[in-house]
């Protein structure tokens, strides 16, 4: 039989394995949502490097060739420094994916180790348990053992008439006795 204090101590250390591996769960949940994002913000900045030029050329060719007023210039320009600009936003987007993958590489790293270290230390502690389970059972054995030698001195003390009656009821005793330890 496990004493109270060791059961509750086993029920915590489960209870915190768990809880490390939920964490672990949700860590990686968040990475692997990190992982999308930097996907997504690379297919966005390859499209928008694709696309670009074709843009650029729609703005300048209306004014290749021609005389074009200095408005309608600034005006391309403006446009032109408006496109660079979303390219690096996006490339910004990109550098803030990557940085957030990392934070949550490195989450789930701790996590891990964590969930890692909790399983080990409820492992130890099962061992230690079934350790003390087994010291209590042998020395539940020891004290029937020495009960049924005292019994034993007993019968021998009494006369013959009455170890006959006893020797008679001494199986029925050691089943109830063994039957009685299986059930802790």
């Not at 966005?44 to 030029?53: S, T, V």
Request: with cysteine.
């Amino acid at each position: 039989m496990i004493p109270n204090a060791v059961q509750r101590l086993l029920q915590l250390k489960e209870l915190r394995r768990r809880r490390t591996e939920d964490a672990l769960r949700l860590r990686q949940a968040a990475l692997d949502e990190a992982v999308a994002a930097i996907q997504t913000a690379t297919r966005d900045l390859c499209r928008w490097q694709e696309h670009r030029p074709s843009r650029e050329a729609a703005l300048y060719d209306p004014l290749i060739g021609k005389a074009a007023a200095l408005i309608d210039l600034e005006e391309v320009k403006a446009k032109m420094i408006s496109l660079r600009q979303h390219e690096q936003l996006l490339q910004n987007r990109l550098e803030e994916a990557i940085a957030e993958a990392d934070r949550a590489r490195q989450a789930r790293e701790q996590a891990y180790h964590l969930a890692r270290e909790a399983c080990r230390e409820g492992s130890k502690f099962e061992d230690l348990a079934r350790v003390v389970r087994t010291d209590a059972n042998l020395e539940e054995e020891r004290s029937v053992d020495l009960e049924l030698e005292d019994f034993a001195e007993g019968l021998n003390s009494f006369g013959s008439d009455q170890n006959d009656s006893l020797v008679t009821c001494l199986p029925n005793i050691l089943l109830r006795q063994r039957y009685a330890g299986e059930d802790r």
